[in-house]
């Protein structure tokens, strides 16, 4: 029996010469750190030099000279703490005009964003520097491989495990993403100078690079950084394709093929797909309807068909095989004579003739899809594809007559990745999902009961009387709506979608919606009435009592302390009603569950959002270990991750393997949100490893993961520190008098909701109560006034809480969170995600914002509760990891962080001056466009420099 074969870290390195990198194998001197990074400060410099030039040609000496200035006070007051230097800097800051500042705070915005592709370039050097050297690193699949051979799993187990798995990120729109397509695609191509300038040799060459960088450089400073509108959900849609075109389309088909050399003799199944809220996630956002919903299929659909028109057309250039000297098979024979061409120059040539007689087919698929035509035709489009499977049959049968006539190197080189994105990608591109909150289904069953005269006050009714009606109607064959009734705009918009899905399903085939996610599941009649409303579209077929299926999945997403905590209680419920299991079993036996991280966050805490989690999660695995023994349903643990640390996020490699035992089972989806999109997949090697990653963290929970749970001990900890840390969070959020004032003024909530950066409101109601602002400029707000508070506040009261009064219960207690720390994943992460932040946090220049606060007694005192808890958690995770400095384990980051705060501080110093001056403005009735211009580039440079926690 065969052992998986680990992919190569070298094509030259033999498996023994693989050395691991490790934190304590890879300890550097100084002076070796220093000529690791000596590539990436290059980069930085030129990159900051061009731009000099840029500004200094642009804006003139005066303002060049103006702003390096800034930029050498600044260093000098963050790296050399020159605290003269800090006063001097505070107040030409303070005292530059609008448009001064305006001109300062892009040159330093765009900075990040240079340094940013320079971090990224450096990123991917490095990887390929250790890969040379035979080393293996954390995250990579070659490193997964070794650890799975160490552990006798076999090549057959990870195939079977991969034949079962489905992975899928989900790529969706949230008012964070403050990048603008056109900035985006400038910076793309800066990205691809600046990794050409490695194999670059002569003057030249390096001079020719350097001319194009800075006419990139100086589109940059030309293009408009902000929008002008509202980003519409078109928009969401176009920039959520680009990273299809610029990574996922190209980059997938590679993930796929390292698993094959690593796995040779095995098929891989196309388990890996991507997924996508944008277009159908309607849960406060009402811009998304039936129409946003087909311009998303129908753009995603174009997308695919394009790229496999190029590809194909491509191939026809490649494979001009004759059969005057190549044999083929009969099946590529027929595929070629059924081809229109009937051109005599190609007689001879059968792959061709096939491949224009697929584009023409290919052709015509475009036109019925999308209504949009093909760029070239060598003969007109004919007979569409009826679905994918046909295109991949012919596909397939080149393949094969390429495969048996010695001609695999050239089925390798683009026809084989060709197919492997035709079974990813299919016709659909990715699969979309519905979202909608639970309040809007039940209005919209209300009417529909009103109306048919079946229950005047559904709303009204005790949950086990919804349950009890909602399964009667589901037992109905007949629908609920009365011809020539006239309902309400939300009620024909609701149904619209279920009509619209049903339709869509047909034209782009099943695996183009196949979810149907209920935000604010509370109660199991949450669930029920989104399979009555899918009754009413033809989603649901036949009745739960006799044969019913069900076209999509109903996925509940718990995202409150309490819903967590209700989760597995509802569903098995759920599960126990008549009917449910045999329609779920008939229906494709899947479950998927979404845990909400950003809204549990702003409930408790997190810590307690995190452990509340991890409890539920547990709790799903024990109820649907049963349901699949039994009954065969598999549990898809959906995860709601934003890009933030408040919001679940940080590195996903550590993040999947600190799920409990038991949960991923090859499973999982989790959402890409915001801005952290464009830094994990707009370059497409960084995109590639990030891929990569997810599939080697899938595996590895998957396959080694321990199959016991934590010690009880552990549990017992994690509980108490969770009470005690949910009660200081909520003391200070929700019960400290007066602390809604101070967020909306201490921090820019107001001016984010005013920034044209997602077609999404920045509340689900027209109030400023915390409970109702969206979790995601909730969190945004936080990072961009450098507290980052929902990643940290309350662990430090909670671990001062814990360790207890005594010197021996002290001793003891923290022994066992150290404990704790080194041998149980999830903690450790967690303590590894809170470090982070609190190195990116940076409460002196916090505190330049509580100066926008009108009370300052109200300020003076909560930001003085803020400052003791930020210490508190600072003292407690070195206690508890042992590290007095902040990334300590982690010196690149560091490095990179300590580097940025000098570009950073200014940034946020004008932010909070020209905040000052735009509600003075306001307060006024007028406006200045200088001012509020600068003011919302400025958040975008905040954003930038901090990347994940923006």
């Given at each position: 029996m065969p052992r998986a074969a680990r992919p190569a870290a070298s094509p030259v390195s033999p498996p023994a010469a693989r050395r691991r990198t490790s934190a304590a194998a890879a300890a550097l001197s100084s002076d070796d750190a220093a000529e690791k990074n000596r590539p990436l400060m290059e980069d930085i410099r030129l990159l900051g030099r061009i731009l000099g030039d840029v500004i200094r040609e642009q804006e003139g000496k005066e303002a060049f000279e103006l702003i390096e200035r800034i930029r050498k006070l600044s260093v000098a007051y963050r790296l050399k703490r020159d605290a003269d230097a800090g006063k001097t800097l505070s107040r030409l800051l303070k005292n530059l005009s609008s448009d001064q500042a305006v001109s300062v705070i892009r040159a330093f915005s765009y900075f990040s964003h240079l340094a940013n592709i320079a971090e990224d370039r450096h990123h991917v050097r490095r990887r390929e520097h250790h890969e040379r050297q035979g080393h293996l690193q954390e995250g990579s699949l070659a490193m997964t491989f070794e650890r799975l051979a160490e552990k006798d799993v076999r090549a057959e187990e990870i195939a079977k495990t991969l034949d079962h798995a489905y992975i899928s990120p989900v790529l969706t729109a949230h008012p964070t993403e403050v990048q603008r397509k056109s900035i985006l695609d400038a910076e793309r191509a800066i990205a691809e100078l600046i990794h050409l300038r490695d194999e670059l040799h002569t003057q030249r060459e390096l001079d020719d690079n350097q001319a194009m960088l800075r006419s990139r450089v100086t589109q940059l400073w030309q293009t408009r950084m902000l929008r002008y509108t509202k980003l519409t959900v078109a928009n969401e849609i176009e920039n959520a394709l680009s990273y299809y075109h610029a990574t996922f389309l190209r980059q997938i088909p590679r993930l796929y093929r390292e698993l094959e050399h690593a796995l040779p003799g095995f098929d891989i199944a196309p388990f890996f797909r991507m997924g996508n809220w944008i277009g159908g996630d309607r849960d406060g956002n009402p811009n998304v309807t039936a129409d946003t919903l087909t311009l998303a299929l129908s753009a995603q659909s174009e997308t695919a068909l394009r790229f496999y028109l190029t590809e194909v057309h491509e191939l026809g250039a490649e494979l001009s095989i004759s059969a005057m000297l190549v044999q083929i098979t009969p099946q590529m024979q027929a595929l070629a004579e059924r081809s229109p061409d009937t051109s005599d120059h190609r007689k001879d040539e059968p792959y061709r003739r096939a491949l224009?007689?697929?584009?023409?087919?290919?052709?015509?698929?475009?036109?019925?899809?999308?209504?949009?035509?093909?760029?070239?035709?060598?003969?007109?489009?004919?007979?569409?594809?009826?679905?994918?499977?046909?295109?991949?049959?012919?596909?397939?049968?080149?393949?094969?007559?390429?495969?048996?006539?010695?001609?695999?190197?050239?089925?390798n080189t683009r026809l084989r990745p060709l197919i492997r994105a035709v079974q990813v990608f299919g016709f659909h591109l990715a699969t979309v999902d519905l979202r909608q909150s639970s309040d809007k289904h039940e209005a919209v069953i209300a009417e529909l009961l009103a109306h048919a005269k079946v229950e005047p006050r559904y709303a009204e009714l005790t949950e086990d009387d919804k349950i009890a009606l909602l399964l009667r109607l589901l037992n109905d064959a007949r629908g609920l709506r009365v011809r020539g009734a006239t309902y309400s705009e939300l009620a024909e918009s609701e149904l619209a979608i279920f009509e619209t899905a049903a339709r869509m399903r047909r034209r782009f085939g099943p695996a183009s919606i196949k979810h149907y996610i209920i935000s604010h599941t509370e109660t199991v009649s949450d669930l029920l009435e989104v399979l009555l409303l899918q009754k009413e579209a033809g989603l649901v077929r036949g009745t739960l009592d006799d044969g019913a299926t069900a076209d999509l999945i109903v996925v509940p997403l718990f995202e409150t302390i309490g819903d967590l905590r209700n989760a597995a209680p509802i569903m098995r419920s759920f599960y126990a009603l008549p009917g449910v299991l045999d329609l779920?079993?008939?229906?494709?036996?899947?479950?998927?569950?979404?845990?909400?991280?950003?809204?549990?966050?702003?409930?408790?805490?997190?810590?307690?959002?995190?452990?509340?989690?991890?409890?539920?999660?547990?709790?799903?695995?024990?109820?649907?270990?049963?349901?699949?023994?039994?009954?065969?349903?598999?549990?898809?643990?959906?995860?709601?991750?934003?890009?933030?640390?408040?919001?679940?996020?940080?590195?996903?490699?550590?993040?999947?393997?600190?799920?409990?035992?038991?949960?991923?089972?090859?499973?999982?989806?989790?959402?890409?949100?915001?801005?952290?999109?464009?830094?994990?997949?707009?370059?497409?090697?960084?995109?590639?490893?990030?891929?990569?990653?997810?599939?080697?963290?899938?595996?590895?929970?998957?396959?080694?993961?321990?199959?016991?749970?934590?010690?009880?001990?552990?549990?017992?900890?994690?509980?108490?520190?969770?009470?005690?840390?949910?009660?200081?969070?909520?003391?200070?959020?929700?019960?400290?008098?007066?602390?809604?004032?101070?967020?909306?003024?201490?921090?820019?909530?107001?001016?984010?909701?005013?920034?044209?950066?997602?077609?999404?409101?920045?509340?689900?109601?027209?109030?400023?109560?915390?409970?109702?602002?969206?979790?995601?400029?909730?969190?945004?707000?936080?990072?961009?006034?450098?507290?980052?508070?929902?990643?940290?506040?309350?662990?430090?009261?909670?671990?001062?809480?814990?360790?207890?009064?005594?010197?021996?219960?002290r001793k003891e207690r923290l022994a066992l969170l150290q404990r704790m720390h080194k041998q149980w994943p999830f903690f450790r992460t967690l303590l590894s995600n809170m470090d982070m932040v609190l190195a990116k946090s940076d409460l002196a220049v916090a505190a330049r914002y509580v100066e926008l606060v009108e009370d300052k007694r109200l300020g003076k005192k909560i930001f003085a509760a803020i400052q003791t808890e930020w210490q508190r958690t600072h003292d407690a995770v070195s206690l508890i990891t042992g590290e007095k400095r902040r990334l300590a384990s982690n010196p690149a980051l560091a490095r990179s962080i300590e580097h940025r705060f000098p570009y950073l501080d200014p940034l946020n110093h004008l932010q909070v001056e020209l905040m000052r001056r735009y509600r003075q403005l306001k307060e006024g009735g007028q406006t200045n466009e200088r001012v509020q211009r600068g003011l919302h580039i400025s958040i975008n440079g905040v954003a930038a420099g901090l990347r994940n926690t923006g």
């Open positions: 224009i007689g697929m584009y023409s087919r290919l052709a015509a698929t475009l036109q019925e899809l999308t209504g949009t035509e093909a760029l070239r035709h060598a003969v007109a489009p004919s007979t569409p594809y009826a679905a994918v499977d046909e295109f991949l049959a012919d596909l397939r049968v080149i393949e094969s007559s390429l495969v048996s006539h010695h001609g695999t190197a050239l089925a779920v079993k008939r229906s494709g036996a899947e479950q998927d569950i979404m845990l909400g991280y950003s809204d549990s966050n702003k409930d408790g805490g997190f810590f307690t959002s995190n452990w509340e989690l991890y409890r539920a999660e547990i709790a799903l695995v024990e109820l649907f270990g049963g349901l699949r023994e039994a009954h065969g349903i598999t549990l898809r643990l959906f995860h709601g991750r934003g890009g933030t640390v408040g919001r679940g996020g940080g590195p996903s490699y550590q993040a999947v393997l600190a799920q409990p035992p038991g949960t991923v089972n090859g499973q999982i989806r989790l959402t890409e949100q915001g801005e952290v999109i464009a830094s994990k997949y707009a370059n497409p090697e960084i995109g590639l490893r990030n891929l990569e990653t997810l599939v080697a963290a899938t595996l590895e929970a998957t396959l080694l993961h321990p199959t016991k749970s934590a010690p009880k001990s552990f549990l017992d900890a994690a509980q108490e520190l969770s009470n005690a840390s949910m009660s200081a969070y909520r003391q200070l959020v929700y019960e400290t008098p007066g602390f809604t004032d101070y967020f909306f003024a201490a921090t820019p909530i107001r001016e984010i909701a005013e920034l044209n950066i997602g077609s999404r409101p920045a509340s689900r109601k027209a109030t400023r109560a915390i409970e109702d602002l969206r979790a995601i400029p909730w969190g945004f707000s936080w990072g961009q006034c450098r507290v980052a508070l929902p990643g940290w506040f309350g662990f430090g009261s909670a671990v001062e809480a814990y360790l207890g009064a005594t010197p021996r219960e």
